[in-house]
């Protein structure tokens, strides 16, 4: 045995004396955190939808489509030019009417991570406008201006 490790001696174990080192073993990290430790300075950031995918998504569905037109003309043996004129018209029509503006949470699978993204950044704007909140708005904001009153409240008490 090497390194003063395992058995004296594998006899009569019924082992062969084979020694592995614990793979399962959880080594304690460095103590520094990557992440920082006070929660009131960290904002809620909304994760901003990547407009390529989003465009790529909306040009694929309008793909799958046109090829289901596509093998469907194939089966009825129309001519070729007659399927390519078909699926160009169609391609056209679905590109006009599926206008990236149009964006509903509803129908929409958790996979679709940047189409969820947009609906939620849709349906917070909605509500904002809606409750009359302005663009600018910092969460909080309310409590440091009361905060500051009552000070100016307590100098003026003081000064009197």
Same mark, same amino acid.
């Given at each position: 045995?090497?390194? $003063?490790?395992? !058995?004296?001696?594998?006899?009569?174990?019924?082992?062969?004396?084979?020694?592995? +080192?614990?793979?399962?073993?959880? +080594?304690?990290?460095?103590?520094?955190? @990557?992440? @920082?430790?006070?929660?009131? %300075?960290?904002?809620?950031?909304?994760?901003?939808?990547?407009?390529?995918?989003?465009?790529?998504?909306?040009?694929?569905?309008?793909?799958?489509?046109?090829? #289901? =037109? +596509?093998?469907?003309?194939?089966?009825?043996?129309?001519?070729?030019?007659?399927?390519?004129?078909?699926?160009?018209?169609?391609?056209?029509? !679905?590109?006009?009417?599926?206008? @990236?503006?149009? %964006? &509903?949470?509803?129908?929409?699978?958790?996979?679709?991570?940047?189409?969820?993204?947009?609906?939620?950044?849709?349906?917070? #704007?909605?509500?904002?406008?809606? =409750?009359?909140? &302005?663009?600018?708005?910092?969460?909080? &904001?309310?409590?440091?201006?009361?905060?500051?009153? =009552?000070? #100016?409240? $307590? =100098?003026?008490?003081?000064?009197?």
């Amino acid at each position: 045995m090497s390194s $003063n490790v395992g !058995l004296s001696t594998p006899r009569g174990s019924g082992t062969s004396g084979y020694v592995q +080192r614990n793979l399962s073993h959880l +080594r304690p990290r460095d103590n520094a955190a @990557p992440y @920082p430790k006070d929660f009131d %300075t960290i904002k809620h950031r909304q994760r901003q939808p990547d407009k390529e995918i989003l465009e790529h998504d909306r040009k694929r569905e309008v793909e799958v489509k046109v090829f #289901e =037109l +596509r093998d469907r003309l194939e089966d009825e043996d129309v001519d070729e030019d007659e399927i390519e004129e078909q699926t160009s018209a169609l391609r056209r029509k !679905l590109l006009a009417e599926n206008s @990236p503006d149009k %964006t &509903s949470a509803r129908g929409l699978k958790s996979h679709q991570v940047h189409e969820l993204a947009k609906a939620k950044i849709e349906e917070s #704007e909605k509500l904002r406008k809606a =409750l009359g909140i &302005s663009s600018d708005y910092e969460e909080g &904001s309310h409590w440091r201006k009361q905060e500051e009153r =009552l000070r #100016e409240a $307590n =100098l003026e008490r003081e000064r009197e």
